[in-house]
């Protein structure tokens, strides 16, 4: 297995040879995507993720593969401008890191790991040392060598043509899910339409492509026991920077009903005329019959990421 402890530059040629004929990108994705590891607490893609690191939007397309092999192993051998971090010492004897943005005479402003804002004024400042990468050097150490492979070539994949280009917002990638039970859809799904009901939407978050499988959608969906689930609610933001008439798609399903502000229900194959800024975009569809994935797309607005 690669460590930190045992890593050299001479292996970056080993590991690229290994990660173009054994890594899996899309499993790389869930690699990236895994609680334990945080990349995306520090990091985003297509606008979804934090901003304490480097955006890793067009990463692959960008940067070459070595240099972003040696940045998962060895984080403090090339720091990307702007995220050096800093260490402050305060008057109270509390030492503090993270990456200064927006700090002023009054007052240091940091970003720490976690991406929590952190004010601390001039006056509390005792001291200031250069600090690191606040990447962890040993974070790939806890997995194993076939995920480290498979995130790297998911890694190099990005910002290149196909599923793994997130530049443009034409995808929804940041949604809420809610399961339409036998129960709830007898009672009538007017609130769940015109967002009265908070109880019971569960975030969800789609591949970079856009894609959604069915297995997640089932997972955040499964209802109680003898209870049949009738239909799937899907939630997001977009944004139309114009009077626009926008199309919208859900790639492998023909039928599906969409609400634009819990206002006029629609037909998915008709399309609805937008007022400037932003909206929500719900779409109902039918939980029985759902494909293996589904994504939902136009290129008349913009899928709000946040």
Known sequence: TNTASNWTPERAREIRRLAEIKGDAAQGEMVYRRSSLQCAVCHAIGGVGGKVGPDMTS??????????????????????????????????????????????????????????????????VAQVKPGKSLMPAALLDRVSEQDQLDLIRFLTRLGKPGDYDASRQTVARV????????RIEQLGNQSIISGERTQG??????????????????????P???????????????????????SFHVDSLDQAT???????????????????????????????DLPESITIRSEDVSFVAK
């Open 258 to 288: 969409y609400w634009i502000d819990g206002q006029n229900p629609t037909s998915i194959d008709k399309p609805a005329t937008l007022t400037p800024g932003r909206h929500t975009l719900l779409i109902r569809i039918d939980a029985r």
């Open 224 to 246: 109680p026991r003898n209870i049949s689930l009738v239909n799937i609610y899907l939630r997001t933001q977009i944004e139309a920077g114009s009077e626009t008439s926008a």
């Open 201 to 222: 939407w569960k975030p969800l978050q789609a591949r970079v492509s856009g894609k959604i499988e069915r297995e997640t959608l089932e997972k955040l969906t499964a």
């Open 175 to 182: 949604l809420e899910v809610f399961a339409g039970t036998h």
């Open 59 to 124: 990463l692959g397309a960008s940067a070459p593969v070595d240099y972003i092999i040696e940045s998962l192993f060895d984080p403090d051998a090339k720091i990307k401008e702007n995220y050096h971090s800093v260490t402050v010492l305060t008057e109270d004897g509390q030492v503090v890191s993270g990456i200064e943005t927006g700090s002023n005479d009054e007052e240091m402003v940091l970003i720490d790991a976690s991406g929590k804002t952190i004010r601390i004024p001039e006056a509390e």
